[in-house]
């Protein structure tokens, strides 16, 4: 027989945390007598296999950047304490599913602990240390508790800003509502940690701030910023360039002043799309902005949901929106009433099905963003009306490789392979066997070649030292979205999968497996390698000549266009609020940040998208806290 514990849900928790707390009412729709009884422990007697076992207990697994070890001390065949440790993983989100799993092991003294959504590499990495463990002590899953769950439940919940989402725009929009003298703000998150795509940015842009004339960046303007983000794509939404143009620099003077992060640097590199160069980064990266903003929300009394997806807007007679049913990590439905709606719900990148409704560009290319970017604020908004704008659009680049076959999801070599055609004689071909472009060029020029070309992709073509620099760097690059092991690699060469294309052998072998024509791609060599000779590509104009070896293995590697970023999304006014079709304004809904549309336009100059969802954040925060005060 096993014992079995229940487990007092997180959302029980909170409701009687919250009840009587200021303007926030919760109401659990559970009897009390169902609560009482969530919360007790009942233990019935062990008929357990490793009954009598006690010893300290290791296992390791592997987890999303490295080893992950779990520690059990077991008494008398009894969990007496755990411990987890995997100081590779990244802090703000397997960090935080080590602790949640180490502390759910210890609060019911058992291993049978559920997965961390979000987590999922961590989350397995442990699980497959609790079963080393295990094995080490001779006993199974079965000598432990099941933590029994209590029944899902529907509770209410008021508050008077609503914001969907704990990214860039969210975190920004709620500590400014609480500076602006708003009290009570809750933030959802459906992840178990917040931060979302911003946490992964290089960067924002901050024309004007205190910061761009700190570090001797002198003549920016918003008329320069505005300029320079118009010149960059089409359908954009002057209203929001405005807010952005004007607004930016101030932003960061907030994040750095009242919020104390860390921005106090300039990026090493200029970019050709800023006339004066705006970019900053933060110490520590975005992650520690994001977990900064996340500590002050909470520590300002701001209301942080985690685990907490907002499914859909409840409307009243009128069609206001006066709140959003969500579902929790426990299951339950909660119903929360607010007087203004926030959605900060990112993008949609990494919903293969939005992206093939969507077509244009996207379905050519693959996806190396953040798995919480699954376009839900802008289904939500769909449903009640909303229009959306800019839907086919994303932020491209050049040289992604995808991951397989049923997935969008892919990998992004930007660096290797501009480092293999400055050095060896790498060059790129379309699917016709034909160069195209000066290898050698900016990414956004490779970019808009690629974009061109059939089907929008190209092949790298390497000889053997080609090969060993490309392969080299991928395989040590030591962002998750850009390594491929050299093991991954060999199982892409020997796949029969175009998803993605890797063939080698010579080049009549290699260019069939790549579905290229040898005889085209066998001149075209010999025509890259008499420009080499001659001294001068005519053609295209590269200047780093290498020649390539006719006596080498020929390596073919695919390099599709790639993107983290969707463009698409609620078109709003100056004030932040959602338009339908007509033009008309759905009362009570706003949205900042990623989800929106119209301030990128079709393409983002570098620093832009970060800085759209922070600036949209703060001043939206402080706009709503002025309207919702009154
Ligand atoms: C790898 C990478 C690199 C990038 N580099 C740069 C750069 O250098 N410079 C730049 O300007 N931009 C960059 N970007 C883009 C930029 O980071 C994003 O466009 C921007 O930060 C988006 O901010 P956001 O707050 O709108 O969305 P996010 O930061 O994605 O936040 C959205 C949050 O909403 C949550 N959420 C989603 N659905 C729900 C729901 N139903 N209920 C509750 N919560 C929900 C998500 O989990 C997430 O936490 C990069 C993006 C990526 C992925």
Redesign the pocket.
Known sequence: MRRSVFRTSAALLMAATLVGCGSSTTTPTTTAQETTKAAEETTQAAEATGAGVSGEFEGTGKGFEGDVTVKITVKDGALESATIVGDKETPNVGGNAIEKMMSEMNEHHTVNIDSVSGATYTSNGVQEAIAAALAAAGMTNKDFPEIEKVAAQTIEKETSLLI???????LTCGNSALDSGLKDVTI????SY?????S?????DAGLSKLQEEVGLTGDSAQLIHDDIMASGENHNEDLVWIMANNQGKTLDWLKETENVPFNDRYASDFPEHTVQRFFVCEGGMSNAMEILTNNFTSKGGKLELE???EEFITDDEGRVVGVVATDADGNTIKYKADAVVV????YGANAEMISEKKGDLQYAVF???K???G??QKMGEAVGAKMLNMGYAKMYPNGISKGEDTIEGYATPMPTLTTVNTTGAFFVNKDSKRFVNETLAFADIKNATIKQPDEIMYIVMDQTGYDTWSEMVSTNTSA?GNISMEQQEEFFNSDSDHPTFARGTLKEAAEKAGLDPEALSAELKKWNETVESGTDSEFGRTALTKFDEDSTVYIIEQRLRF??TLGGYDVTANFEAQKEDGTVIPGLYAI???TAGCNGTEAI??????W?VTSGYTCGQQLAELLSK
């Not at 959802?188 to 992840?191: G, N, T």
């Not at 900060?344 to 993008?347: C, D, I, K, Q, Y």
Request: hydrophobic share 35%; no cysteine; glycine share 30%.
């Open positions: 969907l989402g704990g990214g860039g725009a969210g959802l998150e459906k992840m917040t931060g979302g795509a911003t992964n940015a290089g960067g924002i907490t997806k907002a900060a719900t990112g993008g190396y963003g953040v919480s970017s699954m839900d604020g979205v983290a970023t940040g990623e989800v570098p620093g832009s998208m970060a800085a969802a």
